[in-house]
């Protein structure tokens, strides 16, 4: 495998470095790390190649255990659900790729979703499995994604959000609050929450902030502007029900709504709307916005 070449498979694989045991092969210690898939599927997996050494071969059935050997493999989910949404891809170049992406597909492979992905549809659109987010949204939000296109280009590309070079705007509907003055900007320390899946607010030096504008009211709903100074995970989400509006439609926050399946007719209400930045490689100013629109 060429040198590019592995470097795409590693964008698309996951890497586990072979723990502390006493297996024989490699083959049996995947087995018993990951004690969910079947040793009939692993094998299956190694005979199509789909299980890569740390230099990108595919490995022998027999390889031989070695604590903290690197390992490449493909996560694969047996009859993986179809998401009924379409993706839209705004902008593209040999640097560059903005895609649209709507309300319940994952940005990346991840739990029981790894072709249904954002990243996986454009990889196969597109043709290029050098694709790489730059950054991420919510599954259940909709709106803007930026992808590195070339691997030449992409540190470039991924300084934007460490040094906040990047400007994002966001749009949600939640219920009105009409006790606050507004604009406003809400600073909070998140920390890990209960299920894992979740943020909380705690004790302790803020890491989180964003300014809050009202754009439009109508009766018991207003739609809000969101700027997030910071990128955390759930940030807006946790920021607006700290603030007593969770966004409408939010499935996890201020509780998480058990067994919840994906509501087609009623998704979360909110929107990764803006992005504003200079092109590190251009020097151009690019200004992107989404297509999609929140209903009341």
């Given at each position: 495998?060429?040198?590019?070449?592995?470097s795409?498979a590693?964008?698309?694989?996951?890497t586990?470095?072979l723990?502390?045991?006493?297996w024989?092969t490699?083959?049996?210690c995947?087995c018993?790390?990951?004690?969910?898939i079947?040793?009939?599927q692993?094998l299956?997996?190694?005979?199509?190649?789909?299980?890569l050494?740390g230099?990108?071969?595919?490995i022998?059935?027999?390889?031989?255990?070695?604590?903290?050997?690197?390992?490449?493999?493909?996560?694969?989910?047996p009859?993986?659900?179809?998401?009924?949404?379409?993706e839209?891809?705004?902008?593209?170049?040999?640097?560059l790729?903005?895609?649209?992406?709507?309300?319940?597909?994952?940005v990346?492979?991840?739990?029981?979703?790894v072709?249904?992905?954002?990243?996986?549809?454009?990889?196969r659109r597109?043709?290029n499995?050098?694709?790489?987010?730059?950054?991420?949204?919510?599954?259940?939000?909709?709106?803007?994604?930026?992808?590195s296109?070339?691997?030449?280009?992409?540190s470039?590309?991924?300084?934007?959000f460490?040094?906040?070079?990047?400007?994002?705007?966001y749009?949600?509907?939640?219920?009105?609050?009409p006790?606050?003055?507004?604009?406003?900007?809400?600073?909070?320390?998140?920390?890990d929450?209960?299920?894992?899946?979740?943020?909380?607010?705690?004790?302790g030096?803020?890491?989180?902030e964003?300014?809050?504008?009202?754009?439009?009211?109508?009766?018991?709903?207003?739609?809000?502007?969101?700027?997030?100074?910071?990128?955390?995970?759930?940030?807006?989400r946790?920021?607006m029900?700290?603030l007593?509006?969770?966004?409408?439609?939010?499935p996890?926050?201020?509780d998480?709504?058990?067994?919840a399946?994906?509501?087609?007719?009623n998704?979360l209400?909110l929107?990764?709307?803006?992005?504003?930045?200079?092109?590190?490689?251009?020097?151009?100013?690019?200004?992107?916005?989404?297509?999609i629109?929140?209903?009341?």
């Amino acid at each position: 495998m060429s040198t590019s070449s592995f470097s795409a498979a590693q964008n698309q694989a996951s890497t586990l470095y072979l723990p502390p045991g006493s297996w024989a092969t490699v083959l049996d210690c995947l087995c018993e790390h990951f004690s969910a898939i079947g040793r009939e599927q692993w094998l299956d997996r190694i005979a199509r190649g789909r299980v890569l050494d740390g230099h990108g071969q595919a490995i022998a059935v027999d390889l031989a255990y070695k604590e903290g050997l690197r390992i490449h493999y493909f996560r694969e989910v047996p009859d993986e659900k179809h998401i009924p949404v379409v993706e839209t891809i705004l902008y593209a170049d040999e640097h560059l790729v903005v895609a649209d992406k709507p309300h319940f597909l994952p940005v990346t492979p991840a739990g029981e979703y790894v072709e249904q992905t954002l990243l996986r549809r454009l990889i196969r659109r597109l043709d290029n499995p050098h694709l790489v987010p730059l950054h991420r949204i919510d599954r259940h939000t909709a709106g803007l994604v930026l992808f590195s296109a070339n691997p030449q280009s992409r540190s470039a590309y991924q300084s934007l959000f460490p040094t906040r070079t990047i400007e994002k705007h966001y749009e949600a509907i939640a219920r009105a609050l009409p006790a606050l003055s507004f604009p406003l900007v809400h600073k909070s320390r998140l920390v890990d929450g209960q299920p894992f899946f979740r943020m909380q607010e705690g004790p302790g030096i803020s890491n989180t902030e964003t300014a809050v504008e009202v754009v439009e009211k109508n009766a018991d709903l207003w739609r809000y502007a969101l700027y997030p100074v910071t990128g955390k995970k759930h940030q807006l989400r946790v920021h607006m029900a700290a603030l007593g509006a969770s966004i409408c439609n939010d499935p996890f926050y201020p509780d998480v709504l058990k067994d919840a399946e994906d509501d087609y007719a009623n998704p979360l209400k909110l929107l990764a709307k803006g992005l504003r930045f200079v092109d590190p490689v251009t020097g151009q100013e690019r200004v992107f916005e989404s297509t999609i629109s929140l209903d009341w």
